[in-house]
Every structure is written in C-alpha cells, then in structure tokens.
C-alpha cells in the first residue's frame, strides 16, 4: 500500500507552500540517518514559526526550508534554525 505524507501551509486558508513525501523513502531516510531525517522534518516546523510574522512569509518559508535561514522576504534580516538536540 502506497503511504504519502503531504505537507502543506495555509495562510487564511490559501496555500502558500504544499509537499508530498512517500513514506518508504521517509523510513529509508529514518533508517539510513535518524538525526538527519528528524533534523529536516523538525526545520518544516521551525521554519513555519519563525517566518509567520516577517515580511514576504512566502519567500521566507521557501528558503528557510531550501537552507534553514528565516529572512524577510527571502533576504533581509536573517535568522538561522537549528534544532537544538532534544527539542525533536
């Protein structure tokens, strides 16, 4: 059975950023690297916290996930995002 998990951020209920991740390459992720895995699924939720007040939210969202730095819109004003260990 195909599994997919579909991650998708709304901003008054349009949507602004969507993915789809098959959930065997998910656990092959998992197996091959857990802290690595669990580090990029925890930066998809620090990203959306960090760029929901700045400017260009979009832009900001979309680079924070590319490279783990919050900008407004895209660029100025950088904040980076590391998981700190056990906050995942």
Not at 53 to 58: A, D, L, Y
Not at 62 to 74: E, M, N, P, V
């Amino acid at each position: 059975m195909k599994v997919v998990v579909k991650y998708s951020v709304e901003v008054n209920g349009l949507p602004v950023y969507n993915e789809s991740y098959d959930v065997d390459k998910v656990a092959a992720e998992l197996e091959k690297d857990p802290a690595k895995a669990l580090e990029i699924w925890g930066r998809r939720i620090q990203c959306v916290a960090a760029c929901r007040n700045r400017h260009g939210f979009s832009a900001c969202l979309t680079r924070c996930l590319a490279d783990g730095k919050a900008c407004d819109c895209g660029h100025e004003g950088t904040l980076s995002i590391r998981p700190q260990q056990g906050e995942l």
